[in-house]
């Protein structure tokens, strides 16, 4: 990398990549939820992240970038922690739902910081409509974010608290 194009490009390929991997682990992490609004939480950011995907695979396709050949290792990382957790803990405790949660906003920490660099180095670039992309997916983890962290406080860890462990 020499330019703040290729640093972009390498982190447009790293997201790629980064929301491949979730769109194949959060099935899986899914299955062992036992609150219906957490596992609907899920669901929605399921949806979600095919979007983000998809949208990743547009720019590229304006940039003229092949999206795909780099592997996010910090990505790789996250769900293999989120999957340990998983094996870990009981499956029909309270604290599965709260762990979970835990998880995956550690996913979503890590995506808002690279959609956050990522719409910076577009707004540098000029690319004013891409960086416009990118906020909405920033927007959409941020959001995201918050529906975990209310779903934890409100209700979640104040079952776990008193839950079956």
């Known amino acids: 990398m020499k330019t703040l194009n290729d640093l972009f490009e390498h982190q447009l390929k790293d997201l790629y990549s980064a929301e491949i ?15 219906e609004q957490l596992r609907q939480a899920f669901e929605n950011h399921l949806k979600e992240t095919k979007e983000q995907k998809n949208r990743i695979e547009t720019i590229c396709n304006e940039l003229n ?3 795909n050949g780099e592997t996010c290792q910090a990505m790789k990382g996250l769900i293999s922690e989120a999957r340990n957790f998983i094996n870990e803990a009981e499956e029909d405790n309270e604290l599965m739902d709260v762990g979970l949660i835990a998880e ?6 890590y995506e808002i910081s690279g959609y956050g ?4 180095f577009a707004k540098e670039l000029g ?7 990118l906020q909405e997916t920033l927007n959409e983890e941020y959001d995201a974010d918050s529906t975990l962290e209310k779903l934890a406080e409100t209700r979640l860890n104040k079952k776990a ?3 079956n462990s």
């Open 21 to 35: 991997q979730l769109l194949e682990a959060l099935p899986h992490i899914m299955e062992h939820t036992s609150d």
């Open 117 to 120: 660099a990522a719409v910076r």
């Open 161 to 163: 608290i008193g839950g």
């Open 127 to 133: 690319y004013r409509n891409i960086a416009k992309t």
């Open 104 to 109: 995956i906003q550690r996913v979503q920490h």
């Open 65 to 67: 970038i092949a999206p």
